[in-house]
């Protein structure tokens, strides 16, 4: 298979699969009540950076922006650099070359930096406890 073809085929599942999450929210809602805990917390009882994504990714399906962003930040960053980097495999595949993410090393370096201090952080504000 063509490697454009498979492009193209990708870019027309990636929207589908967010759609059916969408519209499957509530049975994904149910399912998330079987995940297990963060062991992390029940053991030293300090949010780890992952805490919180669960409950993030559900607010966002019910549309609750701000109450996902509430529960983990990592979640609504990953969604944007997510979204472009959708973007500029849709215009690629049909033959447009855009650059919308950062290719610099030091914008990548900022931003896990920037989420270390944000994960520690996190831990002692309570408005930004999970």
Not at 3 to 17: D, E, M, Q, V
């Amino acid at each position: 298979m063509n490697r454009i073809k498979l492009y193209r085929i990708i870019t027309i599942f990636i929207p589908l699969a967010a759609i059916a999450a969408f519209i499957f929210r509530n049975q994904l809602i149910i399912m998330s009540e079987y995940f297990p805990r963060c062991t992390f917390y029940s053991m030293f009882h300090l949010y780890c950076p992952s805490c919180g994504n669960t409950r993030s990714v559900l607010a966002l399906l019910n549309g609750n922006i701000l109450e996902s962003l509430r529960y983990n930040l990592s979640i609504a960053i990953m969604a944007i650099l997510f979204v472009l980097a959708y973007i500029e495999l849709a215009a690629f595949s049909y033959g447009k070359r855009i650059r919308l993410l950062p290719r610099r090393l030091s914008f990548y370096i900022c931003l896990i930096i920037f989420m270390v201090i944000y994960w520690i952080v996190r831990n002692f504000n309570p408005y930004l406890t999970p």
